[in-house]
């Protein structure tokens, strides 16, 4: 068959065909297609689940690939911090069944908290990196880091960036899955990690490096014969293919895919008649040290020309005019100076990030801040569409660091000025994510802080993916459902107050209010659906009382109201979910909802 498929979903087909038997992750843009389009695929012999965070994940597919089973682990960059934890020790312990660990980078980075190179990892952990430069090529390679992973029984990386991910490719293949036989979990001593045999593990583990590197080279590859050499990787490739069109007999290029383990002498075949070596790669210099080292150890002198020196920006994405402008600053040749460069690039209006129109958190965060008005307090804030809360004019996040940090940060500053009322917000998805070990240790330690869950009921940012919250495994079917409130009671928090943001307004904040004056430790949940789950049955409208004191719009910043040239205030029907909230704003009776037919 051929299909047009998006990278993330060409690893998905590819790993089902290549007969993935366990498939597990947490949401993370860019990542969390894989997971999506293996859900379309059932075997008898093939299991898919969202799991409550990365570290599950790796370890729920580390215990099937010791039973023979295929699995794959996916997350994006952050997530691998989560699972850093088992990845390093699985490097030592070993796999039995192939375990790929899909990671998604996010140069730019357009949806993460931070840059971060996975590859960098792959040195870290001394494991192998398959790092593909298109879909077609990502969907060729899982087949063999599945072979790698069992060959040498090592969990194998498999580190892609948002363009890979995100970009479509026709590609041809056969969508027949290879069925393999799961020989079942043998107890040997060599699954228990012990001081003494993690020592000699470590040392297999070296061995295992050297021994890989030959037949890993085999995935990189050399184009051209001009002296000037250009090493790259992942899709940066495809800009410098770009960017030395109509010049290709001044270069070549070593395209590498595997970033590690690196091959000494394929490298140094490479470099032995180049006059200078350019090196292009998003991120981190991973590719530039290594190569660096290598030419080092051997005795070989050679211009360079990368990040190190300046050549290339270490943050930020890549394209094919900075990669032509790399080329223009190292080579003064005016011939690579881009027409539009990538400073001329046409320059679109920046868009305030906001909450959607009737997003319930924007609610939650008032009912908040209208209780807190007169009081000094730092609001902490997560990962999930609640980091918006720090957006004009809600205003009400302080901090955000990582998942589930809004708790725990909120204990630190607590414990260093306890003067200051801390108020911690997090999501629900993201409060089985790693905050519950927070509220334990609030508890525990007697910190006493005010956690606010905003309950959406559905991991938001990421598409609506389901969580124990909402009882719902992954294809909709019944799970068990785990109750907040009885998370919150069971670890000893007796202070809970349960709110509907949509309720009354003025209600609400009095509930908040009196709530904070004790000042125990104490957990509202705030619990409406995701505003795009829920069915419209209402909108609203500006009436001819309006005074177009245009209060609805500065306070809630609702994307729905606007004004007109003329400061007439108006809300659009289409975008209007109904929610009510603007109404509470409005002294002239001048909003007023409408049924929908
Ligand atoms: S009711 Fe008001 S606040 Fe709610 S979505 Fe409509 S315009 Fe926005
Ligand atoms: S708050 Fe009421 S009166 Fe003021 S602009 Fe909005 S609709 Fe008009």
Request: hydrophobic share 40%; with cysteine; aromatic share 10%.
């Amino acid at each position: 068959m051929k299909k047009v498929l998006m990278g993330n979903e060409a690893v998905a087909y590819s790993l089902f065909i290549n007969g993935v038997n366990v498939a597990v992750g947490y949401p993370g843009t860019p990542s969390t297609e894989v997971i999506e389009t293996l859900k379309n695929f059932q075997d008898d012999d093939f299991y898919v689940e969202w799991s409550t965070n990365e570290k599950v994940a790796l370890e729920i597919a580390a215990g099937a690939s010791l039973s023979g089973a295929r699995s794959v682990a996916t997350m994006k960059q952050v997530g691998l911090n989560v699972a850093a934890d088992p990845l390093l020790s699985l490097s030592v312990v070993g796999v039995e069944g192939g375990l790929i660990v899909f990671v998604a980078d996010d140069p730019g980075p357009h949806s993460s908290q931070t840059e971060q190179d996975t590859r960098n990892f792959a040195r870290f952990c001394n494991l192998p990196v398959f790092d593909p430069s298109s879909p077609k090529e990502a969907f060729e390679l899982i087949k063999p880091a599945f072979e790698i992973s069992e060959k040498y029984k090592l969990p194998v990386l498999f580190r892609m960036t948002t363009r890979v991910c995100h970009s479509n490719q026709s590609i041809e293949f056969e969508f027949k899955r290879e069925k393999r036989k799961i020989k079942g979990f043998e107890k040997k001593p060599d699954w228990v990690i012990l001081p003494a045999l993690s020592y000699i593990k470590h040392m297999e583990l070296e061995q295992k490096l050297q021994d890989m590197k030959k037949e890993l080279s085999a995935y990189n590859k050399v184009e051209g014969r001009g002296k000037i050499g250009i090493v790259t990787g992942g899709v940066s490739y495809f800009y410098v293919k770009e960017a030395i069109k109509g010049f290709e007999d001044l270069f070549s290029i070593l395209k590498i895919t595997v970033a590690h383990p690196l091959d000494e002498g394929f490298i140094l075949e490479f470099a032995k008649d180049k006059e200078m070596l350019i090196f292009i790669e998003e991120l981190d210099p991973v590719l530039e040290e290594e190569v660096k080292l290598i030419l080092f150890e051997n005795g070989r002198i050679i211009s360079t020309y990368g990040k190190r020196n300046g050549y290339v920006p270490f943050a930020g994405e890549l394209d094919v005019d900075k990669v032509k402008y790399i080329f223009y600053k190292v080579l003064s040749d005016k011939r690579f100076l881009a027409k539009n460069t990538f400073t001329d690039v046409l320059q679109i209006p920046k868009r305030q990030a906001q909450f959607c129109a009737g997003c319930p958190h924007r609610s939650s965060f008032l009912i908040v801040k209208n209780a807190t008005k007169d009081k000094d307090i730092i609001f902490t804030g997560d990962i999930g569409c609640y980091t918006l809360g720090f957006a004009k004019p809600i205003t009400t996040t302080d901090t955000c660091l990582c998942m589930g940090a809004s708790i725990t940060m909120a204990q630190g500053l607590n414990i260093a000025d306890s003067s200051k009322r801390v108020i911690a917000f997090i999501g629900d998805s993201t409060f089985f994510h790693s905050g519950i070990t927070g509220l334990v240790n609030s508890y525990y330690n007697r910190h006493n802080i005010t956690i606010c869950i905003l309950d959406n009921l559905t991991t938001g940012m990421t598409g609506f993916q389901p969580h124990p919250g909402t009882g719902k495994k992954i294809y909709g079917e019944e799970g068990r459902k785990v109750s907040i409130e009885s998370i919150v009671k069971g670890i000893g928090v007796e202070r809970i107050l349960l709110i509907d943001p949509y309720s009354d307004f003025t209600e609400n904040v009095d509930k908040v209010r009196e709530f904070l004056n004790d000042e125990e430790l104490g957990v509202i949940v705030f619990r409406r659906e995701c505003a795009n789950l829920k069915s419209r049955e209402s909108y609203f409208k500006i009436n001819k009382n309006c005074s177009k004191c245009r209060a609805c719009l500065k306070v809630t910043g609702c994307p729905a109201i606007d004004e007109d040239e003329n400061g007439n205030i108006f809300i659009d029907s289409t975008l209007c979910n109904g929610c009510g909230l603007c109404k509470n704003f409005c002294r002239y009776s001048a909003i007023e909802k409408v049924m929908v037919k």
